[in-house]
């Protein structure tokens, strides 16, 4: 299995760097191995606090993983050829995922790319009255699984997110095994019980 991270000018760096660990986590505690893929419309990419992150695949190629995840930020809110190209991206292949992740405001992106239909949402405490303004369900759970898309809400939600993602792939007691390793304060139960969930199949 492999993961996608999309990122973009002004991506929120936890955003992205927590699923990034808790996904690549997986290569340290079992023996299967899984892909970490960094998508990104250019080859570098300044994050909100300036970490430079390199992406590993453009966005026109044409193989692509099993899961993607989207991240906010800043640049969820301000327009740029970046931008635009990201959400041209999701419009052409995110029909095709298994499953998509979106921590905080990345949220907007799918919503902006018409990846958002008829599903239960959720997003950064700050924008959820926004999103429901566009016509959607919002809930304000810190995680909700609507069929194939799993929307958090801000910044540290999406470690959450993601150790929900493993519980629900690989078992309760591999994302257990994750949190332990990373000395992370709430157990997969916990997590678990924090979820939202309308339509856990596809």
Same mark, same amino acid.
């Given at each position: 299995?492999?993961?996608? =991270?999309?990122?973009?000018?002004?991506?929120?760096?936890?955003?992205?760097?927590?699923?990034?660990? &808790?996904?690549?986590?997986?290569?340290?505690? *079992?023996?299967?191995?899984?892909?970490?893929?960094?998508?990104?419309? %250019?080859? &570098?990419?300044?994050?909100?606090?300036?970490?430079?992150?390199?992406? $590993?695949? %453009?966005?026109?190629?044409? $193989?692509?993983?099993?899961?993607? #995840?989207?991240? /906010?930020?800043?640049?969820?809110?301000? *327009? @740029?050829?970046?931008?635009?190209?990201?959400?041209?991206?999701?419009?052409? #292949?995110?029909? %095709?995922?298994?499953?998509?992740?979106? #921590?905080? +405001?990345? +949220?907007?992106?799918?919503?902006?790319? /018409?990846?958002?239909?008829?599903? !239960?949402? !959720? +997003?950064? @405490?700050?924008?959820?009255?926004?999103?429901?303004?566009?016509?959607?369900? #919002?809930?304000?759970?810190?995680?909700?699984?609507?069929?194939?898309? &799993? !929307? @958090? !809400? /801000?910044?540290? *939600?999406?470690?959450?997110? *993601?150790?929900?993602?493993?519980?629900?792939?690989?078992?309760?007691?591999?994302?257990?095994?994750?949190?332990?390793?990373?000395?992370?304060? =709430?157990? &997969?139960?916990?997590?678990?019980?924090?979820?939202?969930?309308?339509?856990?199949?596809?």
């Amino acid at each position: 299995m492999d993961f996608d =991270f999309l990122i973009f000018p002004k991506v929120e760096e936890l955003d992205i760097i927590g699923p990034y660990e &808790i996904f690549g986590k997986l290569n340290d505690v *079992s023996e299967k191995r899984y892909g970490l893929h960094i998508l990104a419309p %250019s080859e &570098i990419t300044f994050c909100n606090h300036g970490l430079p992150l390199y992406r $590993t695949r %453009s966005l026109d190629q044409e $193989t692509h993983g099993n899961m993607l #995840v989207v991240p /906010g930020g800043k640049g969820v809110r301000e *327009s @740029s050829r970046e931008r635009t190209a990201v959400i041209e991206y999701i419009q052409r #292949v995110h029909a %095709s995922y298994d499953l998509i992740l979106t #921590v905080c +405001t990345g +949220t907007f992106l799918l919503e902006e790319a /018409g990846a958002l239909k008829d599903k !239960t949402c !959720t +997003t950064h @405490s700050n924008y959820q009255d926004l999103l429901r303004k566009k016509g959607y369900t #919002v809930v304000p759970h810190r995680i909700v699984h609507h069929g194939t898309l &799993i !929307t @958090s !809400t /801000g910044v540290t *939600s999406g470690i959450d997110a *993601s150790l929900y993602v493993v519980a629900m792939l690989f078992g309760k007691s591999l994302a257990q095994t994750i949190i332990e390793r990373i000395e992370y304060p =709430f157990p &997969i139960d916990h997590i678990i019980e924090m979820a939202y969930i309308i339509q856990a199949d596809r």
